[in-house]
């Protein structure tokens, strides 16, 4: 039997004591007895009932139905109506509340139960019901924006590689070998992006499909920093410096996923160079002890709104000031999702114009969340 909180609305004692003592005996909990619409609305805010059995007629301002609209607009509490009135003009405004149940005075101990139950049960479906219809509209929306988003960071590029391999095309012969080397280069930045487009689309796709599994293995930090800036460092046409430096206490060998590790540093550095200008220094750090693993990324950049960084981590997101570089907003998305897969934290401290810091804390001996994993 349930053991739901609720709450009985009745202004004669005695029939309310009665109806506190059957509920009690069958398993639920009595939070109150309210005898006015008043002592009712405070009750439920103070005490929070799972279910109101409402006395239709109540002494006061307002009876049982207008009571029970007012919890329905302001609540969505089911409320199960005691009467013992029966007259069609009782039961047209009783039903025009929508109450999940109706009971007629006096009642066996058995009708009361039933009924408390049955609008619990109905309650709880409507509720599951409405969550489900939510969920979907925000899938629906978001594969909407996902579908304007992908379409327009694809064109872009498609557009480069067409318009350039048409310059090829008619006018290699004519044209001089840096112009031809200046086409090439733009065909190859555009296919990059797309990659990368198509390697974070994948990415959400299996976090949205719980696939995104954290798998751990024995990897050199150190090492596979310093190997990450330097690919940075031979792709990045806007000259930025990434500074890396470090401390450690135990050596840099740690137990973490490196797959997850690449999608968080990469983005981390992406984003840091393509919002601050050309050539600008990066700082990229890494504290190293025997329990975690700590990164922290500052640039001297465009910076986020404080208005807006409650939302950085919501797909799609881009910053006000940040609409008129190309993006998806789905660079943080994926690295707060695989840093909650590490059981991480991260933070960000940012200020419009004077640039942003990351810190990620990554614990470095996690075990797999892959049951089947070999390496664990």
Not at 7 to 14: M, P, Y
Not at 143 to 167: A, D, M
């Amino acid at each position: 039997m349930s053991t739901a909180k609720i709450l009985i609305v009745e202004d004669e004692s005695i029939i309310a004591l009665d109806i506190q003592t059957s509920l009690q005996n069958a398993g639920y909990q009595v939070v109150s007895i309210a005898t006015t619409a008043e002592e009712a609305l405070s009750d439920i805010t103070h005490l929070q009932p799972d279910l109101v059995l409402m006395d239709v007629r109540l002494s006061g301002e307002m009876d049982g139905v207008e009571t029970a609209e007012k919890i329905r607009k302001n609540w969505q509490l089911p409320v199960v109506f005691l009467t013992a009135h029966a007259d069609e003009p009782t039961l047209a405004r009783a039903k025009n509340v929508q109450p999940f149940g109706y009971i007629l005075k006096p009642f066996e101990d058995r009708e009361l139960v039933t009924a408390v139950e049955i609008a619990l049960s109905r309650h709880k479906a409507e509720r599951m019901i409405q969550s489900a219809l939510k969920k979907e509209k925000e899938i629906s929306e978001l594969k909407s924006r996902f579908v304007s988003v992908v379409s327009h960071e694809f064109r872009n590029p498609l557009n480069t590689i067409l318009f350039s391999t048409e310059l090829l095309q008619r006018y290699g012969t004519q044209i001089t070998e840096q112009k031809k080397a200046t086409y090439l280069e733009r065909i190859q930045d555009s296919v990059k992006r797309m990659h990368q487009l198509l390697t974070d689309v994948l990415t959400v796709g299996e976090t949205e499909a719980g696939k995104l599994q954290f798998i751990p293995q024995s990897l050199d930090l150190i090492r596979f920093c310093k190997e990450l800036v330097d690919e940075f460092h031979l792709t990045d046409k806007r000259k930025s410096s990434i500074a890396f430096s470090y401390n450690e206490t135990n050596g840099s060998h740690s137990r973490l996923d490196e797959r997850l590790l690449r999608h968080i540093l990469t983005n981390l550095l992406s984003n840091a160079v393509k919002y601050s200008p050309s050539g600008e220094l990066i700082d990229f750090r890494l504290e190293l002890s025997d329990r975690s693993a700590v990164f922290q990324i500052r640039d001297r950049g465009i910076g986020i709104p404080k208005s807006e960084q409650t939302d950085l981590f919501q797909s799609f997101h881009r910053a006000s000031n940040a609409k008129s570089i190309p993006g998806t907003g789905l660079g943080l998305s994926i690295v707060k999702q695989c840093v909650d897969l590490h059981g991480g934290t991260i933070t960000v401290e940012s200020e419009e114009n004077q640039g942003t810091l990351v810190t990620v804390t990554l614990p470095i001996n996690r075990q797999s969340t892959y049951e089947n994993d070999p390496r664990d």
